[in-house]
């Protein structure tokens, strides 16, 4: 657990939301944890060899965008 990554990610709302993105990250590479605040609506990425790509496209994947 040696990088941290974070996202605004505006779309989530809900607890649904804050799985469907966990989930998706969470099969990233490198990924060891995510931390989801529906408050601020930030994704907190915590893991090794992080790619920015990879994450951003996760979380496209999950069906929301990073601002
Ligand atoms: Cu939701």
Same mark, same amino acid.
């Given at each position: =657990?040696?990088? +941290? =990554? +974070?996202?605004?990610?505006?779309? =989530?709302?809900?607890?649904?939301?804050?799985?469907?993105? @966990?989930?998706?990250?969470?099969?990233? @590479?490198?990924?060891?944890?995510?931390?989801?605040?529906?408050? @601020?609506?930030?994704? +907190?990425?915590?893991?090794?060899?992080?790619?920015?790509?990879?994450?951003?496209?996760?979380?496209?994947?999950?069906?929301?965008?990073?601002?």
């Amino acid at each position: =657990m040696n990088e +941290t =990554m +974070t996202y605004s990610v505006p779309g =989530m709302h809900c607890g649904h939301c804050k799985h469907a993105v @966990s989930e998706e990250l969470a099969a990233v @590479s490198g990924v060891e944890a995510v931390e989801v605040d529906l408050d @601020s609506k930030v994704v +907190t990425i915590r893991g090794a060899n992080l790619a920015d790509g990879a994450l951003r496209a996760a979380i496209d994947a999950a069906g929301y965008q990073a601002a």
